[in-house]
């Protein structure tokens, strides 16, 4: 059975903060270009990381059309706020096993068939992926965050996200290698049958030891620090996704108005 991988942290910005991006963190992180979605509708920059993670800040075009945004998955989220995280595999080929998994926990969840999507970089360089997201009972789109979403290379992995390539590109003043855990928190009444999907796609064997709701995720990398964790667990409020990072000190520092991280000691 593939482990799956944890692949990239989305995080909603305006699109005028995208392109100051760079100038906010100069202190803590190296911010790597990105590029524009195929579709037009949206563009990104990237922060890699050692542990071959990345986390993907992404802004709706200036002058998209409100309705096309509207339909858009992320369109209708809060920005500044963690809005969605994803998970690949080694190869597309072992998603229909986890396709399989997850409607067999009866959970009522389910994953869409993957969906061709892609970005040209700065360079010219066309990288192409496949994504698949959670479905409900009834086939509609669940609230992203939930549940991971997937993003399936069908370039290599190593254009999308060039960390051992570019290895500048990850050498961050602050000293951050990693993402130490992803925490997820939403209503009580879902808890139970979204524990019944994370248990299907996360094999029981590497999360042996650890607390109920808690599973343990592999990196692209060969690194090894970090808990390396995702949590689930209830919260009167509103729902949320957070991460914690891992490097060389603790810190805690505010990434972008009203977005909190800390970094854990490695």
């Known amino acids: 059975m593939s482990r799956p991988h944890l692949d990239h942290i989305v995080i909603l910005i305006p699109h005028d903060d995208l392109l100051t991006l760079s100038d906010r963190l100069l202190h803590h992180f190296v911010v790597a270009p990105?590029?524009?979605h195929a579709d037009g509708l949206t563009s990104n920059k990237l922060?890699?990381?050692p542990d071959g993670v990345y986390i993907e800040f992404i802004a709706f075009a200036k002058d998209a059309d409100p309705e096309q945004r509207r339909k858009h998955r992320w369109g209708n989220l809060k920005e500044n706020t963690i809005i969605d995280?994803?998970?690949?595999?080694?190869?597309?080929?072992?998603?229909?096993?986890?396709?399989?998994?997850?409607?067999?926990s009866s959970a009522g969840f389910s994953y869409h068939d993957p969906i061709p999507g892609g970005r040209k970089r700065e360079d010219g360089v066309t990288l192409e992926w496949a994504?698949?997201?959670?479905?409900d009972a009834q086939g509609n789109a669940i609230i992203p965050g939930h549940l991971p979403f997937w993003c399936l290379d069908?370039?290599?992995?190593h254009l999308r996200v060039p960390y051992l390539e570019q290895v500048e590109l990850t050498q961050h003043p602050s000293g951050v290698l990693g993402i130490s855990s992803v925490s997820v928190s939403?209503?009580?009444?879902?808890?139970?049958?979204?524990?019944?999907?994370?248990?299907?796609?996360y094999p029981s064997e590497g999360s042996t030891g650890l607390a109920p709701r808690n599973w343990h995720y592999e990196v692209p990398s060969e690194l090894q620090d970090?808990?390396?964790i995702i949590s689930l667990s209830a919260n009167e409020g509103e729902a949320a996704v957070t991460l914690t990072f891992y490097g060389e000190t603790q810190w805690e520092v505010e990434l972008l108005p009203g977005l909190m991280v800390v970094v854990e000691r490695r």
């Open 154 to 157: 069908r370039t290599p992995r």
């Open 186 to 201: 939403v209503p009580e009444a879902q808890v139970s049958d979204l524990s019944k999907v994370y248990d299907a796609v």
């Open 226 to 228: 970090g808990r390396r």
């Open 47 to 49: 922060i890699l990381l």
């Open 85 to 104: 995280w994803a998970l690949t595999l080694p190869s597309e080929s072992d998603f229909a096993a986890v396709q399989q998994r997850v409607v067999d």
């Open 131 to 135: 994504i698949s997201a959670a479905r």
């Open 34 to 36: 990105g590029g524009t």
